[in-house]
């Protein structure tokens, strides 16, 4: 398809185990980006990828949380030993350099038990 | 650290009304200004930007920004709202060092649009 894919759109899990969260980007968008929206946080900025560059991750909120683009497209978010904090809807975006208009995937709503 | 504001939190219009939803932002320079429009259970969708120049800026869907910089401000606006208009507005900052951009986006909290017949 022409934009950003998510999967799964949702995911149930619970409290202790590890996820992993994918993101197609729209093709040869070069800037990725993971971001998570809760309802007492708003929408948060996680990590950045940029080409070959090192990876923003200014955002992630702990160690729990990382990020890989492989290839540079697709990129995966992993979650390990969730947290009911976790809970969120986890949006994707890219565009096609930094500063550039960003693009959204609809979205992979985590919900942890 | 940057911030943006949208001082609405739920805004209630009338079909056919006009529309200002509100964005302050700050920051020292000018970011680039975004907004987007969320429905439920969608992503976000861009609404228009602005980078520089024309402080009038158009979207899609017939809305309209401005950037008041004496203001601090990036309103988003439309002269007539339609009903398929309810969604939620995100107001969203790229700050920038010389026309550098940071890369990621800071969001303000969103307002809720509810349009009555």
């Known amino acids: 398809g022409a934009g950003v894919s998510q999967s799964p759109s949702n995911k149930v899990t619970e409290k202790g185990k590890d996820v992993e969260l994918r993101c197609d980007p729209i093709?040869?968008?070069?800037?990725l980006y993971w971001y998570r929206q809760s309802l007492g946080q708003g929408l948060e900025f996680l990590i950045y990828f940029q080409g070959n560059s090192a990876p923003d991750k200014s955002g992630l909120p702990s160690d729990r949380f990382s990020a890989e683009r492989t290839g540079g497209s697709v990129s995966t978010l992993t979650i390990q030993r969730t947290q009911q904090e976790d809970s969120a809807v986890y949006l994707c975006a890219s565009s096609s350099d930094r500063g550039q208009p960003q693009h959204f995937g609809d979205g992979t709503r985590l919900s942890i038990l | 650290a940057q911030s943006v504001t949208q001082p609405d939190i739920h805004i209630t219009v009338s079909e056919g009304a006009s529309l200002e939803l509100r964005c302050n932002y700050s920051y020292g320079a000018t970011p680039y200004l975004f907004w987007y429009v969320q429905s439920p259970g969608q992503g976000l969708q861009l609404l228009l930007k602005y980078f520089s120049g024309d402080t009038l800026v158009q979207g899609i869907k017939g809305f309209e920004a401005e950037f008041k910089r004496s203001q601090s401000s990036f309103n988003l606006r439309k002269p007539s709202v339609h009903w398929s208009d309810a969604a939620e507005y995100f107001c969203?900052?790229?700050?920038?060092?010389?026309?550098?951009?940071?890369?990621?986006?800071?969001f303000g909290q969103g307002t809720i649009l509810t349009v009555h017949p």
């Open positions: 969203a900052v790229d700050v920038n060092a010389g026309g550098t951009s940071y890369g990621k986006l800071t």
């Open positions: 093709s040869g968008h070069t800037a």
